[in-house]
């Protein structure tokens, strides 16, 4: 029987892949109760299920893995461009768990770039990614060849997914040095390019945005087990951002089944909207509050109300929903808490066929 000179990397590839869904779970699991289940594949969206297999029809195994099985650990920013590394470079790098979760951070970008994006640049530009402040820098453009260097990298296999909030590319091979002695030295070791006052005010942006921590709590939604809703809720982060409230906190009421990510921008927004509060209401203070009382939601003029206080069974009841799981995740600018079901919206908007 022949075999192939690479029979080796099979082996190894698969290794690879277990260890890397270990390290990605055991780091939701840190966020979880003892008895809390983990959630399961029927929960993971469809946008990540087809993700996963055009990325594996490119060659691209290992992030195909990590798509399908945790999905969590791209949710974060409303939008995202991910440069899958090849198979053996990931391999390279398994070795050093805490290495692997910012070679990660740092081939996301909370952009949406497609390959006419990335041509579009000028050579020079620069992009933020994940890693907080590394960026990296468009090194080579040729616009009739469609050619595309990162960081002297080449865009290798341009377009592997575009949909929804999602794009992906193969480039050649990591960003960064992959050299032992390099990475000892910590990330600092990563010189991030001089960019233009674009990608400076770009930044920015995003930061100050951020200031109730929304990539956060889409995370840490996600690793609770709230992937259909923390979905819902990146999907529409870039319209809540563009509102400009200026929130300072917020409470999220979190159901744990959300089944409207497949609705109409336009209707999932304010479904959206009506499970989030623009203040933090720990579950202490909701008790405190009188029977009838209204809360007001990102919804201008759709309220919801404490339909009865804490009643006997000491069950929180807020539009017709128990709140079963209070202070799921508490910090001092948002709370969580899980919801038995769906707030209902009394007349939603009609969309058009």
């Excluded at 200031?211 to 996600?222: D, G, H, K």
């Excluded at 203040?279 to 809360?295: G, I, Q, V």
Aim: with cysteine; proline share 7%; aromatic share 8%.
């Amino acid at each position: 029987m022949a075999f192939s000179p690479n029979w080796w990397r099979a082996p190894v590839y698969f290794t690879v892949s277990v260890l890397l869904a270990f390290l990605a779970i055991s780091t939701a699991l840190r966020s979880l109760p003892k008895d809390e289940p983990l959630p399961t594949e029927s929960t993971t969206a469809p946008i990540f299920l087809e993700a996963s297999g055009a990325l594996r029809r490119s060659g691209f195994n290992i992030i195909a893995a990590l798509l399908q099985i945790t999905p969590e650990i791209f949710l974060s920013s409303p939008h995202s461009t991910i440069f899958a590394m090849p198979d053996s470079s990931i391999a390279n790098a398994s070795q050093n768990s805490w290495l692997l979760k910012h070679l990660f951070q740092y081939h996301t970008s909370p952009l949406q770039l497609s390959m006419n994006d990335l041509l579009n640049k000028h050579q020079g530009s620069c992009f933020p990614t994940l890693l907080r402040r590394k960026n990296v820098a468009i090194t080579k453009v040729d616009t009739k060849e469609r050619v595309v260097e990162i960081n002297h990298v080449l865009v290798s296999h341009p377009d592997i997914f575009l949909e929804g909030p999602l794009t992906i590319h193969g480039v050649l091979g990591p960003f960064t040095s992959m050299d032992p002695q390099n990475v000892d030295q910590g990330w600092d070791h990563i010189q991030s390019p001089i960019c233009d006052s674009n990608l400076r005010l770009v930044s920015e942006a995003i930061d100050t945005k951020n200031v109730v921590e929304w990539t956060y709590i889409i995370r840490l939604l996600s690793s609770k087990g709230f992937v259909s809703f923390a979905i819902g809720l990146n999907s529409v982060l870039d319209r809540i951002l563009e509102d400009k409230m200026n929130l300072s906190s917020v409470t999220v009421f979190a159901p744990p089944d959300f089944s409207f990510v497949a609705s109409p921008s336009a209707l999932l927004d304010k479904l959206v909207r009506f499970h989030i509060l623009p203040r933090k209401f720990t579950y202490k203070e909701l008790a405190s509050l009188p029977a009838n009382a209204s809360l007001s939601t990102l919804i201008p003029d759709r309220d919801l109300e404490i339909s009865g206080g804490v009643n006997v069974t000491q069950e929180l009841i807020i539009n017709g929903a128990k709140i079963v799981a209070p202070n799921i995740f508490l910090s001092k600018k948002f709370v969580v808490h899980e919801i038995s079901q769906v707030f209902q919206l009394a007349e939603l908007p009609k969309t058009s066929s």
